[in-house]
């Protein structure tokens, strides 16, 4: 499994301080947008990041969005991309977006679906052929606020969509640290990708998490 650290940011000084304290141990970044609305938060707007990320080129960056329109938010994003790479554009099943967004060539990004705590696999897949989204974020939280408590029984997801014949990349989001790494690992299923946040953002010594999510991550 790979982690990927999750930064909701306020400022963009508050996104080029979490960059610089974390780009020495990871060279891809999942950065969260809410609009207040979708979410009872409300972050940075892109257009507001854009001088930060320049900066930071040599790094790859995913978009989770959670905001309502989504689709303003894409022209800020493609502007991104052509300073700094970017790979994952996230939204979500609950705004059921259009299944063209998912074809690739459309974008020059790739663009998934998130699954909230509330919704279900079986209705990802009635909506949608599967095998066309290139990948499933599940929230392992009620998204919004880092440090939200995991919810156990959104792992199951990752076993539904597997047994459903999902080959593409699963991504877990929300309250993943050294507590919760081992539940994960319990499980038959694991996703490819964790999204670390408030457990690699809220800490001094970034070093001691970065080994012992590496330590926990080798444990058979």
């Known amino acids: ?25 990871f060279s891809s970044f999942h950065i969260d947008i809410a609009d207040g ?3 009872p938060n ?13 900066q930071y080129n040599h790094i790859a960056i995913d978009f989770h969005l959670m905001v309502f329109d989504y689709n303003r938010e894409f022209p800020k994003i493609r502007s991104i991309g052509q300073l700094a790479p970017v790979k994952h ?8 977006p259009e299944k063209e967004i998912f074809e690739e060539g459309n974008y020059p990004f790739v663009v998934g679906v998130a699954l909230n705590p509330d919704e279900e696999v079986k209705t990802l897949a009635t909506n949608y ?21 995991f919810i156990k029984e959104t792992l199951n997801k990752v076993e539904q969509l597997r047994l459903l014949d999902y080959r593409n990349k699963i ?28 457990y690699l953002t809220r800490t001094e010594n970034i070093s001691e998490r970065v080994t012992r999510l590496q330590t926990l991550l080798k444990t058979p």
């Open 89 to 96: 554009v996230i939204v979500h099943f609950k705004l059921f």
């Open 171 to 198: 991504f877990l989001d929300g309250g993943i640290n050294e507590k919760t790494i081992p539940l994960i690992l319990s499980e038959q299923y694991h996703p490819d990708i964790l999204c670390v946040g408030s």
């Open 37 to 39: 609305e979708f979410v």
């Open 42 to 54: 409300k972050t940075a707007d892109i257009k507001d990041l854009i001088s930060t990320i320049q």
């Open 1 to 25: 499994m790979e982690v990927i650290p999750a930064i909701l940011p306020k400022t963009k000084e508050e996104l080029d301080a979490q960059l610089k304290a974390l780009s020495p141990f």
């Open 129 to 149: 052929e599967l095998k066309t989204i290139p990948f499933v974020q599940i929230m392992s939280v009620n998204p919004g606020f880092q440090g939200s408590s």
